[in-house]
């Protein structure tokens, strides 16, 4: 989520998923995942991040975090810190210990959100050295102004958008970069928004507005024609890839990586 390198990404950190992934946070009501198959589309998913030009760093899966595949939403990295998040999901919060550990690899600068703030990265969009930070279910008050403190800190700014209907921000918007922002359903008409090229993505086809701007390159799930012709008609080249396992757990494209 962070950008370094005039925007661009170079590295990546993923998680592999685990067999206890059967056992995750869903709402989606599509049914279990298939372990096996979540397997494959994860490998395909390492392998379009490492066409985008990013080194992958991929971490051996843990069993006893049946969601820990979607590890963006346990930290936020910036070009100036790092910031471990406070999942709100209880069965999430002891996550962030191996997380850090890999972390402190990479940054020298390394904040935390303490309780009772909570805060998952999937929330938070970043446009440039701002943040946009969406108050769900999974980050509260306390969290979000934790965050907002932390980057003004770092000379980074934040600001809140009340989210209605979907369970993070970026379940409903990406930014692009170029001023362009991929968005559906409430973020439409968000007024914070509207400064943006906004690239819409229709209600039916919703769970392609979790996409990721990598280097030039989109990344968009697998089945979506229209959403993906939308993105190609702003002038980029997009990427497909089948995450059809991990949207059972209420996860996207942009959940199974850190990029920084």
């Given at each position: 989520m962070s950008k370094k390198n005039n925007n661009y990404f170079s590295t990546a950190i993923v998680l592999k998923p685990g067999k206890s992934l059967i056992k995750g946070i869903t709402t989606a009501n599509l049914g279990k995942p298939d372990y096996e198959k979540a397997v494959k589309q994860h490998n395909n998913y390492v392998n379009a991040l490492k066409n985008c030009g990013?080194?992958?760093?991929?971490?051996?899966?843990?069993?006893?975090?049946?969601?820990?595949?979607?590890?963006?939403?346990?930290?936020?990295?910036?070009?100036?810190?790092a910031i471990i998040t406070n999942p709100g999901a209880p069965t999430r919060k002891e996550e962030i210990k191996e997380i850090q550990n890999v972390i402190q690899q990479f940054y020298n600068d390394i904040e935390k959100i303490k309780s009772p703030g909570t805060v998952e990265a999937g929330d938070i969009m970043m446009v440039g050295s701002h943040c946009y930070i969406g108050l769900s279910?999974?980050?509260?008050?306390?969290?979000?102004?934790?965050?907002?403190?932390?980057?003004?800190?770092?000379?980074?700014?934040?600001?809140?958008?009340?989210?209605?209907?979907?369970?993070?921000?970026?379940?409903?918007?990406?930014?692009?970069?170029?001023?362009?922002?991929?968005?559906?359903?409430?973020?439409?008409?968000?007024?914070?928004?509207?400064?943006?090229?906004?690239?819409?993505?229709?209600?039916?086809?919703?769970?392609?507005?979790?996409?990721?701007?990598?280097?030039?390159?989109?990344?968009?799930?697998?089945?979506?024609?229209?959403?993906?012709?939308?993105?190609?008609?702003?002038?980029?080249?997009?990427?497909?890839?089948?995450?059809?396992?991990?949207?059972?757990?209420?996860g996207g494209l942009s959940c199974l990586s850190l990029r920084f």
């Open positions: 990013l080194k992958v760093r991929e971490l051996e899966a843990n069993e006893n975090f049946p969601d820990s595949a979607f590890v963006e939403d346990v930290a936020l990295l910036t070009p100036k810190c279910g999974r980050t509260n008050l306390n969290g979000a102004n934790q965050l907002i403190n932390i980057l003004n800190k770092y000379g980074m700014t934040g600001s809140l958008i009340e989210l209605k209907n979907v369970l993070h921000l970026k379940t409903g918007v990406a930014y692009l970069e170029n001023n362009n922002l991929v968005a559906c359903g409430e973020f439409l008409k968000e007024p914070e928004f509207q400064k943006f090229n906004i690239i819409k993505i229709p209600e039916e086809e919703n769970y392609a507005a979790n996409c990721v701007w990598i280097n030039g390159k989109v990344l968009i799930p697998e089945g979506y024609p229209v959403a993906k012709q939308n993105i190609i008609n702003a002038g980029y080249e997009v990427i497909e890839i089948d995450v059809s396992e991990f949207r059972k757990l209420d």
